[in-house]
């Protein structure tokens, strides 16, 4: 009931706030942001048509038109279904009336990471969750999470990319198993934090085993985003890193593969 | 003749460099550059169905799959024509064998931005180019080309994207007219200087009239991307500022839509 309640609550409260409003919030907070860097992190896989989705299904599909040697140039047609390889969740993803992609405002794409890392449970445990205390140990090394950070989990899933079966890792009864944000530590971070997106090295949000998506509907219905299947976070400091999210401006649509980098001092 | 040879000499050195040794070059003159921001301008338009193309065709359709009100959450199919929107050519664009999308590294996609104004010109030449002197009187302002950079032509050019057909500009005999970088600028960014890409905020590298595309040939054969369809370079200093390529991972593609950000003291 508790849980049904806070749901049908952040869905209105992402139905009232409107596009405008979100962008005005975002320039605000990104005005008082200083940012510095040297070096460039790589978090996104390359994308290939028989890269893993969540659906199981086909994600990509390249089809050549024109081609060097006959025409002169070449290019091709992408036939891509929106949350395919490393890829934002748009809040229409799971709301009609959500933002889409074109319109989160760039400075909500550029944002303090927080790498919050559960390797060491993931040993013992796939299905492995974000906990509340994860985030208060980040804390207590690092101090509050950064005011409209990206907090990504880091479970080390991305080492199993080059094998799908293992990266989906479906069990006998056609139950997915890999980690992700437990609900508790999703609505810890959309109530008491002020946090812009959430991020994770696996196929989605939260984790394997979960059928009704109440990570997503959280988080979604607050109006933030979500990014899935981040690598490379072992290369990237839990704290001080700057991530951008190269979120492609498509217009009207619920997400999309993203270049993601993190600008590293 | 001089044009002919030089295309060929650049043909065959872009076929030489392969992705390895490009990637560890740019490593090295990444690890030297320190950058520090505190503002995001979006450089990307929104991407419509009827974004105008430069082949004068359709550059994307959107399919829905599933639906929030139906199916719970929702998700498209793009049809995308990789040369859409804002976007980069890779090398592949016009060599079978040049670098593709994918393998471009990542801090090539993070580079000195330099903006080459010439919207003076503009108003009386809309086939207007950017020339050598464009160059020196920008470096005689701002000191030399930072290494790495990319060197992006304001035109203002992308104030008619609401209208496509003043966009395109076609003529009564079917030849388009818009600015872009002329070959010995080029040549001469390619040769004499050290930078990584060029982009304009037009449909193209090279001015509307162009039949052969030398500027592409030239400048993608070296083994340098582009960018094509930028906007607000107004509100970008014309030293200084970082740029950002969110360019999709797509592998083995000649180019594709990306989200592209100058990060701004």
Known sequence: MRELSRRSLLRGSALAATSASLAAIAVESAAARQASFSRVIDL????????????????LEIEPVWQVDRDGFALNIWHLWEHTGTH?????????????????PASDLVVPLAIIDITSRVVDNEDAEVLPQDILAWEARNGPLPAGCCAVMR????????????????????????????????????????????????????YGPSRDFPVHLLWLGAGHWGLENLTNLADVPESGATLVVGAPKVSSATGGPSRVFALVA
């Open 44 to 59: 996104s896989h390359p994308i290939v048509e028989d890269f893993p989705t969540y659906w199981g299904g086909k994600g």
């Open 155 to 206: 479970s080390g899933w991305d080492s199993r990319i080059a094998d799908p079966l293992r990266y989906r890792n479906v069990d006998a009864a056609g139950t997915m198993h890999f980690p992700g944000f437990g609900l508790e530590a999703a609505a810890f971070l959309a109530e008491q934090r002020q946090v812009t997106g959430i991020g994770s090295d696996t196929l989605s949000l939260e």
């Open 88 to 104: 934002l969740d748009a809040p229409r993803h799971y709301y009609a009336n959500g933002l889409s992609l074109e319109a989160i």
